[in-house]
């Protein structure tokens, strides 16, 4: 049983980098259609009502998103897909943003509840390039986090187990009854501990007021060129 729960620590965890990877991708690809550099390379005036279709019809079609935005170098949206009266604001003082313009290069936020969503997203900006190669806005998506909990809920664990996503501070980001997101904190726990310090994979016992539960753990190993957010994964089984 307990190398078990390792297993489906370290299954649950390579699964979702997996998954993340694909959506990092998509940021970078969508970066680069014709239509959304043309915001900022021409002066036609239906350019953004173009790409505002455009970014609906791929959240119709990718159900994996909240929401598409293209935004200029100083942090305004000026494309929407879903929230259109979105438009005109500006994002510049948000963490994602200012991450993305420092780097230069595609970023990937931590998991955060989203102010226009009202839900949990993570967020993927990414620069967009014009012709000659210089920075001439930002394309940021929002993941829908719902989807993460259909590998949650695709793990085999027992009746009396229970699986939690853990983010680099030991805050729970995703788990079986998806409470808790973002308040409760696993780092008491010794699993928790070992696998925020990097420790790939592994399985320890602890003791609670309930009894002896094993805890299989696994660290986000990412996967191709997503490096990963430093997200663990802890599986308990209570003996």
């Given at each position: 049983?307990?190398?078990?729960?390792?297993?489906?620590?370290?299954?649950?965890?390579?699964?979702?980098?997996?998954?993340?990877?694909?959506?990092?991708?998509?940021?970078?690809?969508?970066?680069?259609?014709?239509?959304?550099?043309?915001?900022?390379?021409?002066?036609?005036?239906?350019?953004?009502?173009?790409?505002?279709?455009?970014?609906?019809?791929?959240?119709?079609?990718?159900?994996?998103?909240?929401?598409?935005?293209?935004?200029?170098?100083?942090?305004?949206?000026?494309?929407?897909?879903v929230h259109q009266e979105s438009i005109g604001h500006n994002r510049a003082d948000t963490i994602w943003f200012k991450d993305a313009k420092s780097t230069n290069s595609i970023s990937?936020?931590?998991?955060?509840?989203?102010?226009?969503?009202?839900?949990?997203?993570?967020?993927?900006?990414?620069?967009?390039?014009?012709?000659?190669?210089?920075?001439?806005?930002?394309?940021?998506?929002?993941?829908?986090?719902?989807?993460?909990?259909?590998i949650i809920e695709s793990a085999r664990i027992g009746k009396n187990g229970d699986i939690f996503i853990i983010n680099n501070a030991g805050y729970v980001i995703?788990?079986?009854?998806?409470?808790?997101?973002?308040?409760?904190?696993?780092?008491?726990?010794?699993?928790?501990?070992?696998?925020?310090?990097?420790?790939?994979?592994?399985?320890?016992?602890?003791?609670?007021?309930?009894?002896?539960?094993?805890?299989?753990?696994?660290?986000?190993?990412?996967?191709?060129?997503?490096?990963?957010?430093?997200?663990?994964?802890?599986?308990?089984?209570?003996?």
């Amino acid at each position: 049983m307990a190398v078990r729960t390792a297993d489906v620590a370290y299954d649950t965890i390579d699964k979702i980098d997996r998954n993340l990877f694909e959506r990092n991708c998509d940021a970078q690809a969508w970066a680069g259609f014709d239509k959304v550099k043309n915001c900022f390379s021409t002066t036609d005036p239906n350019r953004f009502s173009v790409v505002n279709v455009l970014l609906k019809h791929l959240v119709d079609i990718y159900e994996v998103y909240l929401d598409l935005y293209v935004l200029d170098t100083e942090g305004i949206i000026i494309a929407a897909g879903v929230h259109q009266e979105s438009i005109g604001h500006n994002r510049a003082d948000t963490i994602w943003f200012k991450d993305a313009k420092s780097t230069n290069s595609i970023s990937v936020s931590d998991l955060y509840l989203s102010s226009v969503d009202k839900t949990h997203t993570v967020a993927y900006t990414c620069p967009i390039h014009n012709d000659e190669g210089r920075i001439v806005g930002y394309f940021s998506t929002r993941f829908n986090w719902n989807f993460i909990y259909d590998i949650i809920e695709s793990a085999r664990i027992g009746k009396n187990g229970d699986i939690f996503i853990i983010n680099n501070a030991g805050y729970v980001i995703a788990c079986r009854n998806r409470q808790g997101i973002l308040v409760d904190n696993l780092k008491h726990l010794k699993a928790a501990q070992l696998a925020m310090k990097g420790e790939t994979y592994g399985y320890i016992f602890e003791k609670d007021t309930v009894g002896t539960k094993i805890y299989g753990f696994a660290h986000t190993r990412g996967y191709n060129a997503y490096k990963g957010k430093n997200w663990s994964a802890l599986v308990s089984e209570t003996l």
